[in-house]
Structure formats: C-alpha cells, structure tokens
C-alpha cells in the first residue's frame, strides 16, 4: 500500500565529503589545464608587483560605486567641453596631413638640434642678420615660415 | 510562358522580372538595391507609416511598400532628391528615438533603426531628439513599453490587429503627440492584452520588449534610472556624430554576442510546434525570439511560448532519485536508484512475468525518448504493455482517419487550413488550445474572405468570430455530421469525379446514411434544420474545405465514430488531396503525435506498424536479438483495470501527472496505491509521483536534444539551450542507464544516433536524419529514404492496397444525457494561459498573476435560477465523486452547461467528477460526459477573476494602423512632397 506522500528526506552530504568531491574536481581542472594555470600565476605576479591587482580588486569590488562617481563627475558643466573636445580631437587628428607633419617635425628637430649647439651668450648684430639670409639653410627657413604665416592666415 | 505572367519594372534603367502583383519595395529588395526600411517587415506587409522607402516612380515621389510593381514601371532609387527625401524620413524617426545604443538592452546587433541609420550613412541629426508627454508602461506582468523610444511604425498594432488578431493595440493619430494605446487607452495589464509577445517581437527598436531583458542584455546597462540617464547624456556627448557612436555601439553588440546565447528550440506546451531561438545567459533566459523562418509559427507565439519558461528553474525542479522507505522520500544518489529500479524490475519480471509490467511515455518526452520506452518495454522486459497519453485525447482522432484515409495525422499544413475557403471546427476551442494556429484561421476570415463555422457547446472567442456558431447537444456531432453528409449526396452535391476514382465502399455508406433525416438531427442536435441545409450546402459549395477537431469530438464514448464521420463527409465532397483541404484532428501537447508515431502504443511499432505482423515484428526481434509478444499489450486504460483485478503489479510513468489528467482520479490513485513498484520520471514531484516508490529527476527540453513532432507530422530538432540542472538527467539518458544495468547493449552518445536506428526500422520515418532536420529544417512524414517529405498527403494515393481511401458506415445511439438526478452537464478544457494540469504554467510568476485562481463557469440563467452571483461557492456531484469551486457568471456557457478548465486543481480538478465512461473503440476516457448536481455553499464573494485578466478587457477591432490617419494630420507633409517644396 503505497500511500501519497510529500515528505522527503535530504541526501545529507557530510561537510568533509563535499569538500572532498569539490577539491577532486578542482583537482582534475588543474591537471587539464596545467600550463595555462601556470601562466595565469605568472600574469597575477607581474599584475600584483605593479600594484594594478590592488587597485583592480578595488575596482570590481565597488564597481556600480565607482562607475556612478565617475559618471557622476564627468557630467559635470565643467567637463562639458573637455567631452565635447574629446571627439573634435579625433577628428582633427584625422585632418591632419600626417605625412607633411612628419617631415616638418623632422625639419623642427635639426633645427632645435642646432639651437642647442650654439652657445647662448653669442649676439647677433643687423648685419649678421643681413649676412646669415645669403646662407641657403637660414634662408629655406624663412622662406617656409613666410609661406607659413600666409596660408594661416589665409581665410 | 505567357506574357503577362511576368511584369517588366525598371529600376535605375535596369530592367528587372517582377511576378504580377509583387510589392514594389518587395522587388526592390530581391534587385539588390538597397533602400531604408524600418516600417516594413515581409512577415507583416506593407504599413506604410514610416516614409523611409520613398523613391521616385514615373516621375513621382512615393512609397515603394505601398506599390504594386505595373509593367513598364520606371523606379529610380539613387536621385538626389529621392535621397533627401528618405533623409528627412530618417530624421523624423530619429526625433521620435533617442540613440543611446551602448546603454541601450536592445543593441544586440538586430536593432532596425541602428542598422538602417548605419546603412543610410546618416552622419548628423537635422533636428533634436523630443521628448513626450508620457511616462513608461510597466504594469504588464512580461513586456513594457517605452513612448520615448517609440517611432509609431505600427508594426505592434499590424501584429496585434491582423496576426494575432487579438485587436487591443491602436495607435491614436488624433492626439497632439499620438502614442500606442491598449483598448480603450487602459495600462497593459488591465486591457485585453493576452501577452503573446509578438509587438515586442516585431519592434524595430526598445519601445517595446520583454521584460527579461531589462538591465540584462548589455554589460552596461543594468544599471540605476538615474545613472543610466547620466550614461545615456554622456554617452550623447561623447559620440557626436552617428559613424563613431555606431562603431562603439558595434563593439559592445559584439561582445554581447560572447555572453548571450541564442538556442533554437521547440515549444514544449501545445501541438502547433512553434520553434524559435531563446536567448539565455547562464541559466538566465532573457527573452524567446521567433523566426520568420519557424515553419509552424513565423513570427508568432502565444503567452506560453514566449513567456512561459519559468517552470525550467523552479526550486521545486527534483534533483536527486527518491526512494521511498517507511513512508519518506529519501534522496539517493543515481547509482543506487538505477541499480534499484533495475533489480526491483527482473524480480518482478521472473517472479510474474513480463506482462505484469506497465509502461506509459510522455507526450513531453522527445521522438527518441519515445523510441526507447517502448524499446525498454519490449526489448529489455519483453511485453507490448507502452503506450502514452494520446490515449487521453487522440486516439479516436487517429483511428477515424485510419479507417477512411490511412495515416492518423493532420491531412495538410497550418498554411493549408489558413488557405481553405471556409474551416468548420467541431469541438475545439482553438483560440485558446492552438492559438498560434487560431490565428492563422482569424487572420484570414479578418482579411481573406473565409468562411468559419463553429460547432462548440460554449461560446469561446471562435464562436464569437464565426460566420455560423451552432451550439449541439453534448456527444451528437455525428449525427449532424451524418444528416448534412445525407443531404449532400441526396442532392446530388457530392464530388461524383473524387469518388469514382479515389474511394472505396460508397455503396454501403450510403445505405448507412438512411436514418440521418434532417428532422432526425436536428431533433437530437437542437440545430434548426434550415440551417443544417444551409450548412451542408455551404460545404458543398465551397471550393476548399478544411475541418479542425479536437477533445470535445474525442472524448465522448463515440468519439472515434464521430472523427470517422468528419472524414467521410471531407471524401464525401472531394475535400483531400489538394491544397487547403482536409482533416485536421488538432493534436494537444507539443510531442501528442510523435510519441505515438514513435511506438510507445500497446498495438504498434514506431511508423504505426501493427505487432501481429510477423514480418514487421521479426524485422525488430532481429535487430535488437530478441523475441516480442505478438499480442498487442494493454493500453493505459486497461493497465489500471488491470491492477485493480491483480494482473499488473509494476509501472513506469514518464512525464504525465496521471493522478491529475486521468479520468475518474480516484479511482486512478486507488489503482496506484495498490503497486508494488512504481517508477515515476518528472521534473516535479507531481501528485503522481507522491505515490511511486521511485522518482527519477528528469530534465526539460530546455535542457536536451532530440526532436518533437507537431500536429502537422512535422519533426522538427531541438537544440540544448541550457545545461541539464545538476542531479538532473533527459530521460534518453536515464532510459539506457536502466536498460544497460538490466544487460542491455545501448550505447548511445547522442540522440542522432536513436533516430538513425528508428528511422533505418520504421520506413514511415526512412528517411529521417539530423543532418536534413539541422536548424530549422523540417520533414513532414512519410519521410522517403531520399529526404523527400510529404506536406500535403495522397498526393500518390492512399496508403492502401489499391490506393483508395474508404467510406466507413457508421450507427449512432445516444448513450449519455444528464438526469433529473444529475441535471447539468459539465464541460471542461484548456485556458489560454495554463497549459493542462497547470504544472509548468503556475510556476510561472506572471501568469499566476493575471490568472491565479480556477473557476466554475455558470451561465447567467442557472445563477438567476440558483440565485448564485459571481464569487460563490459550489459543489459538483457526480457519480464518480465530488470537486469544489468557486463561481463567475458568464455566457460563454448556456443553461444547464458548466465549465471547469483542466488547470483546476486540487479539490476544483475536474477529474474528480470524470468515470470510467470510454470511447468504445480506444478506450479514451469520454472525459466530455459529465452529469452532475450542484450544491451551493457560498452565494456570492470576491470573483475568481482578478481585475487584471484579459478576459475582462475591451479589444478594439480594426484592420491594420489606420494610417491615413496620420497623413491627414495638419502636421503632416510627405518627405517627398517636402522635399520638393524645400526645393
């Protein structure tokens, strides 16, 4: 006579065994994975020494706290235009003739090269000014910035 | 080839085939042009709301989804001003929706107003995002909607208007900011939404969408209101300009696609087979998503399918065996409950034979898991004793079919029965049993000009959409069927040229049909006999004529002569072999078909071949080495008589709560009590299982493959969408433990592999393998060995010898009828939003919550003459026994008839009242033949229908969004007309 029941009783895992079955699985993920796990210790190491572990653990921990401090503070009036910058930055950067840039900053490198070489001390006279604009170097220099200042100022 | 079978359409002075009639925007799209579009959906049509597809045709500025292609049409896609009219479209629709698609839980990569915006190349917004006056709807208990983010493309209100066709969604044009709005503008939750689903299946955007989504889908966005409104500024002021927003937008949809996955699967509540992608994460299921390519559904689901997924993570879900010892469960680990059930069963087996052991497979369970049931039952224990709870609704349905045509399933698909010109539906309350099929029958009486007729004792919505509703007296559709069929051939109205060369024994049923006078039907039926003409001559006439039936043609005590006479009439006038013709017996649970296509059946092998068949029966003693019992077994009925008379002393229930769903309950657990080993597989501890001695935890289909067969014989796959809950196993899994402990050689890795051996023994299924049924894929059987299915069946003929189908001679008595003893009949079936006993729909939140209560429904006239009111408490006596219930008044029921639905449950179940009455050819209860008295206890209280029901609301009907609303509107200027004025 199997009467209707609802009673039921739990399968009582001891403490102990559980630990035991949960250990021998981590056990065996370990053995699977051995190499990645040693290279895992090897990153937390290198993250712990610089101290980022310590400042990331602090982060995840009060992730939604810190995201809303964040947000919170960036929405500010004052910061309006910094955000509003951010992305014309980018696009300026994409005007940008790079190539031209590069060369002129290679042209502006020599010339602080040379600057730097030249004691400080030394005057330059009118006339030193009049003679240095028949040396071709001084002159090419001129000539760009010349060109320079025309076509910013151009409208 | 005719000319004018084709339309030549220019677009961009290429010339292009359109078929005649084709949708403009339609062909568009196949040229391989590309055109914005977010209004138009090719499951839905044209709506014509969002002005996004203009393009110049002829000359003239217009809507490509509003036109049909004409020949020698000129359609330029690519002018200037063409493109700064879809621009100013574009713009209108991004000053109705704010674009904060990192934050946004609907940037999954799918959002339309994104990919659109991202195609176009718009760069910059023309004018700002506003505002509306409207706060967000968050009443409803599985979707919100959101008029902020909301563009008014009216796709919600298409879907709910002429698909669901449910008709609570409007979109109010005449307002100063027009909105969507429930019924007569109430919250969600108190109109006569019935939570389908499918507005937030077909929202372009996060307007409206599933609940489970919320805060869930995005790594950044569950988050508080008033954080998430910073992020959504700042992240409007970081990505000025769309290009960059969408790339940052991109990568975060990405990586999104990591965590979330998108599983297809197949419904496991009713027999319409819908399939669909549910999206999960962790055990976490965020939303279900149907496909335009689902081959039952499309795009459609109801309550249960979209929302109704609870139950899968319900901490009452069974994780360990029980063994019941001294009265207590005790949990055990699985080594010690299989080598129990195993050992337990050979005792049995040597001690009183194989016979003395029962089977019962689950309508739940997979093909496969069906498959082995009746593989351990006559394999392994060596007795035909397996059948499943088919016997409960459908085997007369089945066997009706098997006498006249052959094959005991549907005669076509869903899209024939939405093809034929008129549906008669007999004993059905579709809408609420099949709804996803319901409104492939609504959408196309609301649109397409076909007919419905319903015969039904209760007035449900079908009845209250039919062209014709008759109500007959309970168990008399034979006759009615009968007298029409009479009329028909008395006037010389049937398909002389059907007959003559495709059915058998025309003779004898005509001589069958003399005592089926009009006057005699419509004396027994209560229908006029005017109207029972018209009937038949309305049938007679109609081109295409498809019968849906379904319990309360089954389960009555002639339920298998009254299925035979459905079929008789449809050879009668010609109504098989073609396209939106047919029978249709709507099959009830999600795999009803396949767990008896499958074998699980006391009489035959998978594919439906008989076990007296030495040759057939041979084929299996030789492939799986052993000897099977000629006889057919016991079916469930006859397992429970025979514990009763100590001639069956083990049983193993999978998945079926038969102490809720059997007939004459007590009866049944008087019957379980008396077992000496009971084995119950489920995932809950159901009222079944309080009485076994072993339960098995078993897992979902959520949780396993395998493959379901709907009510269109289509086998479709389902995938894992989550692991099985630990300590839980599917019960293929569980199945071949017991088998292999009791020395049985099954090794099977994957359910692929049980299919490969049915279908290589079973030719019905021949050509079966997971490889054709990959994704969403299907087979309609009979499946040939070369892959090739059979949608629409007899298209060869029918399955027998000569190839005809056969007329059935039929005699009728009516053997039941309510008493001055028992003077009211009691009907019973399913709702809308609980699936049968109810034991996966309570679990879930949302539906307890709109629906929390059973009921008793008491027509108008019997609570005057009772003098009970809505609320009161009665008791109902039958026979059998006794159940109690709480009172609404309405007239979906008429006079002496109540109705109990089947999810009513403890002291209310309706099974209480049920007998021993069957159907005198498939022993399925006759469920539907309840007389009883009624007892008043309680003359009026609170109503057992909370304010919150869709029952209560007030659906607003109208065909599509009205659009010409809009365009009426004082604010409104066609961008093409704009654009031209702008110059």
Redesign the interface.
């Known amino acids: 006579?199997?009467?209707?029941?609802?009673?039921?009783?739990?399968?009582e895992i001891s403490k102990e065994e559980q630990q035991e079955r949960d250990l021998q699985e981590v056990r065996e993920a370990v053995t699977e994975n051995k190499e990645a796990i040693l290279k895992g210790i090897e990153l937390l190491s290198a993250l712990d020494e610089v101290g980022t572990l310590d400042t990331a653990y602090a982060f995840s921990h009060s992730k939604?706290k810190a995201?809303?401090y964040v947000?919170?503070e960036?929405?500010k009036d004052q910061y309006?235009q910094l955000?509003?910058n951010?992305?014309?930055i980018?696009f300026m950067l994409g005007d940008l003739d790079v190539k031209t840039v590069r060369e002129t900053t290679n042209r502006l490198n020599e010339g602080i090269k040379e600057m730097n070489d030249t004691a400080v001390d030394q005057k330059t006279t009118i006339f030193d000014l009049a003679k240095a604009l028949k040396d071709p170097e001084i002159n090419r220099s001129i000539t760009m910035m010349m060109q320079f200042l025309k076509g910013m100022g151009r409208q | 080839m005719l000319e004018r079978d084709h339309t030549v359409v220019t677009i961009n002075g290429k010339e292009f085939l359109a078929d005649p009639g084709q949708n403009l925007l339609d062909l568009i799209n196949s040229s391989g042009e590309n055109v914005p579009q977010i209004c138009y959906n090719e499951s839905l049509g044209p709506i014509q709301t969002c002005d996004t597809c203009v393009v110049q045709v002829n000359g003239e500025m217009q809507r490509a989804c509003g036109l049909k292609v004409e020949a020698g049409m000129k359609v330029q896609t690519e002018l200037p001003q063409v493109q700064m009219a879809q621009k100013e479209a574009l713009d209108r629709i991004l000053e109705n929706h704010e674009l904060y698609c990192t934050v946004c839980d609907y940037n999954n990569g799918d959002c339309e107003i994104h990919n659109t915006m991202a195609e176009f190349g718009l760069e910059h917004q023309s004018r700002p995002f506003q505002e509306k006056p409207y706060n967000r709807d968050d009443s409803g208990a599985f979707y919100r909607y959101d008029p902020d983010q909301c563009i008014l493309c009216g796709r919600c209100v298409e879907v709910c208007q002429d698909v669901q066709v449910n008709e609570t969604l409007t979109i109010d044009w005449e307002r100063q900011q027009p909105r969507v709005i429930w019924d007569n503008d109430v919250p969600i939750d108190q109109s006569s939404c019935v939570n389908c689903g499918q507005c937030s299946t077909v929202c372009p955007c996060n307007a409206m969408m599933e609940k489970g989504m919320e805060g869930e889908a995005g790594f950044l966005t569950d988050q508080e209101p008033g954080l998430l409104k910073s992020m959504i500024e700042l992240t409007k002021k970081v990505e000025t300009g769309y290009g960059p927003l969408f790339a940052v937008s991109d990568s975060e949809a990405a990586m999104r696609e990591e965590r979330i996955k998108k599983t297809k699967t197949v419904c496991t509540y009713c027999g319409v087979g819908c399939s669909f992608d549910v999206w999960t994460k962790d055990r976490h299921i965020l939303k279900v998503e149907p496909n335009a390519e689902s081959p039952a559904n499309g795009i459609s689901t109801c309550v249960k399918g979209k929302f109704g997924w609870d139950y899968v993570n319900s901490e009452k879900r069974l994780t360990k065996p029980l063994i019941r010892r001294d009265d207590t469960f005790h949990e055990v680990e699985w080594d010690e409950a299989i080598s129990y059930v195993a050992k337990r069963m050979t005792e049995i087996k040597e001690k009183r034979g194989s016979d003395d052991l029962g089977f019962i497979s689950s309508s739940k369970a997979t093909n496969e898991e069906s498959y082995l049931m009746q593989k351990l039952s006559r394999q392994i224990i060596g007795t035909n004793n397996v059948d499943n709870c088919s016997r409960y609704c459908q085997s007369p349905a089945t066997k009706g079919l098997f006498r006249t045509v052959g094959h005991g399933g549907d005669s076509g698909s869903i899209d024939d029965i939405a093809k034929a010109n008129l549906v008669l539906t007999i004993g059905s309350n579709t809408a609420e049993s099949h709804p996803v099929l319901a409104s492939r029958i609504k959408r196309s009486q609301k649109l397409f000009g076909q007919k419905l007729f319903v015969f039904d004792l209760r007035k449900h919505e079908m009845a209250t959409r039919a062209d014709r509703f008759y109500q007959p007296k309970s168990g008399s559709d034979l006759v009615w069927l009968s007298a029409v069929s009479k009329y028909i051939l008395d006037q010389g109205l049937e398909d002389k040229n059907f007959i003559e060369e495709w059915v058998n024994e025309f003779d004898a049923y005509r001589e069958s049909l003399e005592p089926y006078t009009m006057e005699y039907a419509s004396e027994l039926t209560g229908i006029p006999k005017q109207e029972l003409i018209e009937v038949a001559e309305e049938i007679a006439k109609a081109d295409k004529v498809s019968i849906c039936w379904a319990m309360g043609v089954t389960q009555h005590m002639r339920g298998s002569d009254t299925s035979t006479a459905i079929s008789n009439l449809l050879l009668l006038t010609g109504n098989y072999r073609r396209e939106g013709c047919g029978a249709y017996p709507l099959r009830g649970h999600n795999n009803v078909q396949g767990c008896s296509d499958f074998g699980s059946m006391p009489n035959f092998f998978p594919g439906y071949e008989e076990t007296t068949d030495d040759e057939v029966r041979a084929r299996y003693e030789q492939a799986w080495n052993c000897t099977i019992p000629k006889e057919p077994g016991k079916d469930n009925h006859q397992m429970i008589e025979a514990i009763h008379a100590g001639n069956l002393s083990a049983m193993y229930v999978i998945g079926e709560d038969t102490g809720i769903v059997d007939a004459n309950i007590n009866y049944v657990t008087d019957a379980f009590e008396k077992l000496d080993l009971f084995i119950v597989q489920d995932l809950f501890l159901t009222k079944t299982a309080e009485y076994a001695d072993v339960v098995l935890p078993a897992a979902p289909s959520l949780e396993k493959e395998g493959t379901f067969t709907n009510t269109e014989r289509r086998i479709q796959r389902l995938y894992k969408s989550l692991d099985p809950l630990p300590g839980a196993k599917p019960d293929w899994k569980i199945l071949q433990l017991i088998a292999q402990e009791m020395g049985g050689a099954w090794n099977y890795e994957h359910p692929s592999e049980i299919m490969a051996e049915a279908a290589s023994l079973a030719p019905l299924f021949a050509g079966v393998s997971y490889e054709r049924l990959e994704g969403y894929h299907s087979l309609q059987w009979p499946v040939h060995e070369d892959g090739t299915d059979e949608p629409l069946l007899f298209q060869e003929g029918f399955p027998f010898e000569d190839g005809k189908a056969r007329f059935y001679p039929l005699e009728f008595e009516l053997e039941y009828d309510t008493s001055e003893k028992y003077d009211l009949h009691v009907n019973n079936g399913r709702l809308l939003e609980h699936f049968h006993e109810g034991n996966m729909t309570y679990k879930v939140e949302g539906i307890a919550r709109n629906t929390p209560n059973p009921f008793v429904e008491v027509s108008p006239e019997l609570a005057t003459e009772r003098d009970i009111r809505e609320g009161a408490e009665v008791k109902l006596i039958s026979e059998a026994g006794e159940a109690t219930g709480v009172v609404t008044v309405t007239d979906r029921v008429r006079g002496k008839e109540l109705f109990i639905p089947m999810s009513a449950n403890g002291k209310s179940a309706v099974n209480f009242l049920t007998d021993n009455r069957v159907d005198k050819d498939t022993n399925t209860p006759a469920y539907k033949e309840i007389a009883v008295r009624m007892e008043v206890m309680r003359k009026e209280g609170k109503s057992p229908i909370p304010p919150n029901n869709h029952r209560r609301g007030n659906p607003v009907p109208q065909i599509s969004v009205n659009v010409e609303n809009k365009w009426e509107r004082n604010d409104y200027v066609f961008p093409g007309d704009q654009v031209n004025k702008d110059g």
């Open positions: 006579m199997a009467k209707s029941i609802t009673n039921i009783k739990r399968l939604k995201l809303k947000v919170d960036i929405s309006a955000l509003e951010l992305p014309e980018v």
